[in-house]
């Protein structure tokens, strides 16, 4: 018998991939999943009826619109998602993640300031990843990513202020943050590539 949570998470992945074909794309809603499914995980989140499955398709959705409507990011996502059958909790948990760029949905569940924190820092940890030997998460640290986030030529499309933001949002240190983005995607990194 198939378990609901793995249809949560297929029926996420599935409408990802029907409206984003760029394998970058996919791949940044598969690290921001395994990133918010280990903040789901750490805030006890496994004893909700499907707390760690809703976080991770919460990731897997967030940038749903992104490649077909760059324009309406986070508008067109309210679109899609009701569609598909998601309730308002969930679309706004999605569409706050842009708040004060795209969306005037502001985080304001703990889930909601993950999001909006971890976002643009995934794209930093991967970028980050990728200039190693290894091209991995596994044996990534804190103090390279921290090094590359003080360099604003560096990955230069990533918008740090967010993330500081993010950070104050959340009361916690950049280097926490930090450090739970790498062990999150550690976790899922055959799948994200990394």
């Known amino acids: ?14 409408l990802l991939k029907e409206y984003n074909e760029s394998e970058a ?3 940044h809603g598969l690290q921001v999943e395994a990133i918010m499914r280990y903040y789901a995980k750490e805030a006890g989140e496994e004893k909700a009826p499907e707390g760690v499955e809703y976080w991770g398709a919460v990731g897997l959705l967030h940038d749903v619109d992104y490649e077909k409507y760059p324009q309406e990011h986070c508008k067109k996502a309210v679109e899609i998602l009701k569609g598909a059958g998601y309730d308002e909790g969930f679309i706004h948990a999605v569409i706050s993640h842009g708040y004060g760029i795209c969306s005037d949905a502001e985080p304001e569940r703990y889930m909601e300031k993950v999001l909006y924190t971890i976002d643009e820092l995934s794209g930093l940890i991967n970028a980050t990843a990728l200039m190693r030997p290894s091209k991995s998460v596994m044996d990534l640290e804190v103090k390279s990513v921290k090094k590359k986030f003080k360099d604003k030529r560096f990955a230069a499309g990533v918008d740090r ?11 916690t240190d950049i280097d926490t943050v930090m450090e739970k983005c790498i062990m999150g995607m550690r976790e ?3 799948e994200i590539g990394l």
């Open 161 to 171: 202020q967010i993330i500081l933001d993010g950070c104050e949002r959340l009361h």
């Open 188 to 190: 899922n990194h055959d």
């Open 1 to 14: 018998m198939e378990r609901k949570s793995d249809n949560m998470r297929e029926k996420a992945l599935a």
């Open 25 to 27: 794309l996919i791949k």
